[in-house]
Nanobody, 124 residues
Framework: QVQLVESGGGLVQAGGSLRLSCAASGRTFSTYNMGWFRQAPGKEREFVAAVSWSGGTTWDADSVKGRFTISRDNGKNTLYLQMNSLKPEDTAVYYC?????????????????WGQGTQVTVSS
């Protein structure tokens, strides 16, 4: 079992950057495919990015391509999301998620474990 804790959210002006982190407990982090999702008020949770268990393959939503980068450090049991050129429409609660069979999946139902979320607010 894996427990996930996000950090790094906050308030930033449009065009700015933030780096989110997701710290995982347990020794099995390196065996899980990981992803980032976000949910804005009144909207469904949506896929942002995913990374394979090894870190060798990544997937990005079209809305964040070229601006966000997902990565992981299995030695530190940590998942990252580097967010550049932030826009007001990126405002949401960001969640990290992990799943043993969720490789590249954009569906929240494919992921078994979830963090509590961290708020990202981008002002115009």
């Amino acid at each position: 079992q894996v427990q996930l804790v996000e950090s790094g959210g906050g308030l930033v002006q449009a065009g700015g950057s933030l780096r989110l982190s997701c710290a995982a407990s347990g020794r099995t982090f390196s065996t899980y495919n990981m992803g980032w999702f976000r949910q804005a008020p009144g909207k469904e949770r949506e896929f942002v990015a995913a990374v394979s268990w090894s870190g060798g393959t990544t997937w990005d939503a079209d809305s964040v391509k070229g601006r966000f980068t997902i990565s992981r450090d299995n030695g530190k049991n940590t998942l990252y999301l580097q967010m550049n050129s932030l826009k007001p429409e990126d405002t949401a609660v960001y969640y990290c998620a992990g799943g043993s069979r969720a490789i590249g999946s954009t569906s929240p139902t494919s992921y078994e474990y979830w963090g509590q979320g961290t708020q990202v607010t981008v002002s115009s």
